[in-house]
């Protein structure tokens, strides 16, 4: 398995391990219907410390070799499915060596002033804080060593990461919205998006889940505009032929509401028909 190791940490894992030993603190996955968000590749990838635009190769070969379970499922809080992952007994087997491995070790952490030698779970003990093995093992790829003083505010950096996280998802949601106004997106806004997709570190699959809520909401637009196109295009026929006054100002309503002159035409033919009636 390949993946980043920082070779002069003792809790040197590659990324594949550090995804199973994070998954390791998730059983009985398969049963659940609606599953934890923290089986999403988001939290994942936050939990194994690696870039969301790298993290797919390193599930896919997972799920290759039959560690991993991928599944579209109900999610907490979403209202689309979303892809999440959980262990296989394989897998479940391996991660549990993975934390063997690491609960016999003897991991130098500063305390105060001084060094000490510590288990995993005697630094869990020592601070004030829930510290799972994957959090300790994430904590030594960004130090050299281990500071039990920063340990302690791990929840505040994770909340911090996380709105991080939200302000990005926030900004390529606007793009989106901004693209598909007009209930199309040409080829140089694509090219934008995708460069600004890849910028923020967005998934292809959010960015499906953000698109098909963008389409959905422009469609709704589009309908809104259509009908008060509709609504002023029967009152301007409804005493007979529109004026030139009125077909200007129905004119300058169309460009307003970003409505196709050909969709344009057939609402007005649909009113001039009803009215025929």
Do not use: C, N
Not at 74 to 98: D, F, N, S
């Amino acid at each position: 398995m390949a993946g980043f190791v920082k070779e002069a940490s003792p809790l040197a894992l590659t990324t594949e391990e550090r995804i199973l030993l994070y998954l390791g603190d998730f059983r009985g996955m398969e049963d659940r219907f609606e599953l934890p968000e923290a089986l999403t590749q988001r939290a994942i990838a936050y939990a194994a410390g690696t870039q969301r635009k790298h993290l797919s190769r390193y599930l896919d070969d997972l799920v290759k070799e039959g560690m991993l379970e991928q599944r579209k499922a109900h999610v907490e809080g979403q209202r689309q499915r979303m892809l999440a992952y959980y262990l296989t007994p394989k897998g479940w087997a391996r991660a549990m060596e993975i934390k063997q491995e690491l609960a016999a070790l003897h991991v130098p952490i500063r305390v105060g002033t001084g060094i000490k030698e510590m288990t995993l779970e005697e630094i869990d003990g020592a601070t004030s804080v829930r510290l799972t093995f994957s959090d300790i093992v994430r904590e030594a790829l960004r130090t050299d060593m281990l500071d039990l003083a920063d340990l302690e505010k791990i929840d505040e950096r994770r909340r911090e990461d996380m709105d991080e996280r939200v302000k990005k998802l926030e900004a390529y949601t606007r793009a989106l919205m901004t693209a598909w106004k007009d209930g199309r997106v040409t080829a140089t806004e694509r090219l934008l998006l995708d460069q600004l997709r890849e910028h923020l570190g967005v998934s292809f699959e959010e960015h499906e889940r953000m698109e098909a809520e963008a389409i959905s909401r422009a469609e709704d637009a589009i309908e809104d505009r259509i009908e008060l196109y509709k609504v002023v295009a029967s009152e301007a026929s409804e005493h007979g032929a529109v004026t030139p006054r009125e077909r200007e100002l129905m004119e300058a309503l169309r460009k307003a509401l970003q409505i196709p002159r050909a969709d344009a035409t057939r609402v007005e033919e649909a009113v001039k028909e009803g009215s025929d009636d």
